[in-house]
């Protein structure tokens, strides 16, 4: 499966097969960790932690995971370039590990961050933010059926409510360069799928703004920036990050983070 497929098919996987990784895939996922691109900088930190059978412990998701062994657990600093770096490095492990069939959750708010806990301190500055299952999904629970449908997990906003260019009055036409990179935004995953993602583009230009609408906005942003640079590797389009001196187009409810100018050839 290439990534631009991965991107399409991945979803939240909340129900496992309830079987440990092999060592194989635990070292193929650790790998995967190492070889993270981070054109961002902050603070973060990912560690694996699993859960044994025998000792018969499951950790508390407040009954969202069922039968997860292995889980992601991520520690990150409270400040803007930390979040957006933590939602952009951890979506190339949810991705990588999709293409290896493995799913993943991002969870901020439903687990109990003690359980989690394995006597080993964060770097300062560094917290437990977010946790993700790892494994082999199984057939989905009730409960995961009737969190996607309360969220509306498998709907995302439309292509012109979120993308605009020169201002915000001007919804972006799907024949812009960067159409595919931007639709393959759109499928990301984000906190009670909130998608607060939005985009301006000018010229070769792509500003990224955010709808602040929660305190998990900056890193929902940094995953579908994620899913945008993926895209433009996939194709063989490099480019850099940047954060223009003066916002470069002002609204009265979306907040500025970052821009994206391609490599000249
Ligand atoms: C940063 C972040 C935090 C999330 N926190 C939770 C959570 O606490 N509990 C949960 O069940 N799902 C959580 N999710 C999963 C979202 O609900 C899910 O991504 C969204 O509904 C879209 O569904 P999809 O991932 O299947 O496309 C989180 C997702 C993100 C990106």
């Not at 292509?159 to 990179?181: C, G, I, M, P, V």
Request: hydrophobic share 35%; glycine share 8%.
């Amino acid at each position: 499966m290439n990534i631009l497929e991965a991107m399409r098919t991945r979803r939240s996987v909340r129900t496992f097969d309830g079987k440990n990784l092999t060592t194989d895939e635990i070292a193929e996922l650790q790998n995967d960790c190492n070889n993270i691109y981070n054109p961002f900088g902050g603070e973060y930190s990912i560690r694996m932690k699993h859960f044994d059978k025998a000792a018969d412990f499951q950790p508390s998701t407040y009954g969202m995971i069922k039968n997860a062994m292995d889980y992601f657990t991520i520690g990150t600093a409270d400040n803007e370039i930390s979040a957006l770096a933590t939602g952009f490095c951890f979506e190339q492990v949810v991705l990588r590990s999709w293409q290896r069939g493995l799913g993943t959750c991002w969870i901020a708010a439903t687990f109990k961050g003690s359980d989690f806990d394995n006597g080993i301190p964060w770097p300062e500055g560094q917290k437990l933010r977010i946790v993700s299952p790892v494994g082999r999904p199984a057939g989905k629970s009730l409960l995961e059926n009737i969190s996607r449908f309360t969220l509306g997990s498998s709907k995302r906003k439309p292509f012109k409510e979120l993308f605009f260019t020169d201002n915000f009055n001007r919804s972006l036409t799907q024949d812009n360069r960067y159409t595919e990179a931007l639709e393959m935004l759109r499928y990301a995953p984000s906190s009670t799928n909130s998608q607060p993602w939005r985009v301006l583009v000018e010229g070769d230009k792509i500003h990224f703004y955010y709808v602040p609408k929660s305190a998990l906005s900056v890193m929902d942003t940094g995953i579908g920036i994620c899913h945008f640079y993926e895209t433009e590797h996939f194709y063989g389009r490099e480019g850099r990050f940047y954060k223009e001196p003066e916002i470069p187009s002002r609204h009265d409810k979306w907040r500025y983070l970052i821009s994206y100018i391609p490599d000249t050839e």
